[in-house]
């Protein structure tokens, strides 16, 4: 995760622990579970880049994480509305990351039908991976070829398998 990615990460925590939408830069530190001197030497200035007045010198960190965070008093600060988006819902890449068990909930369960769909889609790349449609051999046995030839990775093909629903 990168610097900006382990500061909103702890700013939701922290939101959804206290039940309040005000925070300081020590609750995001300590929340992370770092010291002072990491602090300072690596996320003070990310932290400092993310608010939406970037006092300073703040680093560029890309436009996705600038604005995030808004200043209400001295040393108090609360997500704007973009920030909120990007922490809670508007943004599925940051929510994912977050909270991987999420994409777990959309699957819907696999009946027959969408079983071959997939097996003929699987058919299909393997005709593209080769160039050309061979009736010569069963699609687990091409599957195992490719992965041997390292066409497909050893991670693709046993997916491939698990859609097939054979044996190597």
């Known amino acids: 995760m990168t ?8 700013v939701k925590e922290l939101i959804d622990q ?10 995001v530190r300590d929340q992370i579970g770092i010291g002072h001197k990491e602090w300072m030497s690596g996320y003070t200035a990310i932290f400092q880049a993310m608010r939406t007045d970037q006092p ?31 922490t809670y819902g508007d943004n599925e890449e940051v929510e994912l990351k977050q909270h991987p068990a999420k994409r777990l909930k959309k699957i819907e369960p696999i009946n027959v ?7 003929r889609d699987l ?34 093909a046993n997916c491939m398998h698990t859609i097939l629903g054979g044996s190597l």
């Open 123 to 156: 058919f299909r790349i393997l005709d593209l991976a080769e160039g050309s449609e061979r009736t010569d051999e069963g699609p687990a046995k091409r599957v195992s070829r490719l992965r041997s030839e390292q066409k497909i990775p050893q991670t693709i």
């Open 56 to 86: 300073g010198r703040a680093p560029a960190i890309g436009k996705k994480y600038t604005g995030v965070f808004k200043k209400i008093e001295h040393g108090r600060y609360k997500l704007t509305e973009y920030g909120y988006s990007l």
């Open 18 to 27: 206290k039940r309040a939408g005000e925070f300081s830069r020590m609750d």
């Open 113 to 119: 039908e969408t079983l071959g769909r997939m097996r």
């Open 3 to 10: 610097h900006p990615e382990i500061i909103l990460r702890a």
